[in-house]
């Protein structure tokens, strides 16, 4: 009898995991306030990837640096919270956003019309520009975009860089992200790849990872911004925290210690 | 060549790290799967029809889709769903997430092991450990479980040896296990970027681990070799 | 008085009712064997004497303790099962030996489980041990098996399995002995050495019960014969009187099978 009434909770409990894991909680509105939610837990989570030279580690450190890690940090100061940089993987940004699981994406994101559609996102801080990558070797023959028009382009999936490339017709490959892109390039496997300028400046040509590869034709202009969940009252307040750290004179100093000063908007 | 030797520590430094992940993985999966497959299988085996309807019913589900559609429900369906992100969002909560993940979909996959290892053991085993006055528990550690043990050490050797390669999964959830950390390399991280002979010498660290737990296995298949069952 | 009283056991499988009110029994020191063809519910009956199957309707007398009575048998305990059951003793057909545990350790596994559930246990272990392997050892000794104690299962011979499956039976000094088809699994010329080991025991005024097919060995060393057929007792009596003076007509046509 004992026997029986043990298997008949473990019964019940197997039932009720199942239904736990099917799924019966609604969805909560977002919370009433994300500045109230990340102050109360006491850590602002950014959602990252490896991108020099915007978020990376130096050669031997464990430590975030970039523009947007060093501005990341300077905000959640401002807030009044630890900040925490936490890999993703780019395709899960906006599930990690509305999973709670980070609270922001600050990562050199192309403010296209998809990332403003799943996400609240603040004002654009920094410019960039799709710009084409060749073999340098090549680079005299591709100066203008109707010269590349037969190539084989190596694109990030669903980015910017993509978008530009369909409209103006050309053969394109997707491929996870910029860095497999520029691998692509580099193997031979595509004769050209379109990535963001600002990265194109770190890691393409004399002294970086890809010395023999080169930029030639920008094919459009576009703007970087910082994505928050949607609702999220984060926005204004990054957005108040821009201007103010744009009129001291903090963003031009951070934007000089990596390079990219040419690219602010101010 | 020499830029080689200039990448060779930083990269690794870093697949040790991941491999550390990999190998945390791979060691809460064994503490928590092992013990928790024995129970889902003596649930399958009940007599009591819904329990062990149910139990094979989850066991199916879960043998029967992949582990990585496991591993982002688990990790992203709190905070989605229910809007309370139980994990957080660190590498602590995704290394938990996935170690949960791990544990379910592999003590699934065990309990199978063990129900045919049980099964398999005579009728005669049970019935002279009864009529020697053996209560059911000491008839199943003292009699019952090292003929088990034996029975099943190869399917599971195999099955842990997969689970070696299956860490790499977790990297769905963002998990910096050893393949993450070697891919990096090729993403760009450190200021190296490009490379793929990273990628490839994380299969070294994979070969040598494998190696190791079949040496490991076969010693034990031997050490348990002085008794026919 | 007896030292076993088996009555009226009845015992169904679903729609088929194998036993059909069963009563017999023995004198202390005195070997009953049971004979009749298969399918004529003899293993069923000693498995349900044996706890093995749990008859639907009986009651069964060991030494004046009642060890099994259908009407109360859900009341007891798994404890108050055990200790009853340990009354009696069973050989298997099938040896039943542990395999993973020497010949010694075969024998001495059951009463060492059992000598922890002594209140001076922990005080008296390494006596309470020690007096247990002497015991086994001796028991091994006397079924010719000295030689073997180190030795796992699937080193020996049938015969000698067989020898430690009944040592491992009689170290929990059961009252009765009970043998299921001992010789069955066996071949042909090892099982003289396991009668031999039976009758032996017969000498020494063991209570045993065999259930068997060898009718020359049982006639030689029972003093009483169960003849079953179609899950009743067709004949019973004095082992010469059953086979040399064969009352009824199935018990000859029996025997008459058997012989030719």
Redesign the interface.
Known sequence: MR??II??V??VL??G??FA?A?C????PA?DSDLAYIQGKGTL?V?I????PMD??????EEWVGFDADLAKKFAESLGVAV?F????WD?KV??L??????CVWNGMTLTEEVKAAMDCSKAYCNNQQIVIVPADKAADYQTAEACKDLQFAVENGSAGEEVATELGFKITEVE?Q??A??EV?AGTCDAAIIDSLMAAA?VGEGT??ANLTYTVGLNDEEYGVGFRKGSDLVEKFNAFLDAAIADGTVDAIAETYNVQAALIK | MSQFFQQFPTVFAALNVGFFQTLKLFFCTLLGALPLGLIISFGSMSKFKPLSAVTRVFVWIVRGTPLMIQLLIIFFFPGLVWGNPIWGGGESGRFAAATVAFIINYACYFSEIYRGGIQSIPVGQHEASQVLGLTKSQTFFRVVLLQVIKRIVPPMSNEIITLVKDTSLARIIALQEIIWAGQSFMKGSHGIAGQIWPLFFTGVYYLLFSGILTLLFNKLEKKLSYFKV | MAILEVSNIHKSFGKTEVLKGISFSLEKGNVLSIIGSSGSGKTTLLRCINFLETADVGRITVDGDVIFDSDTQAKLSAKEKRDKQLKIGLVFQQFNLFPQYNVLDNVTLAPRLRAKELPDYKKNKKQIIAEIEEKAKALLAKMGLSDKLENYPCELSGGQQQRVSIARAMALEPKILFFDEPTSALDPELTGEILKVIRELAEEHMTMVIVTHEMSFAKDVSDHIVFMDQGVIAEEGRADEVFDNPQSERLKAFLNNINT
């Open positions: 026997k029986k298997a008949l473990l019964s197997m039932i995991l199942c894991l799924g909680g609604d969805k909560e919370a989570v959602g990837t490896d991108f020099a990376f580690q130096e050669e031997g450190s925490e936490q890999l993703i993987e899960y599930t990690e509305d999973g709670k699981t980070i609270d992200n860095a497999t520029l691998q580099a890691m990872s890809y």
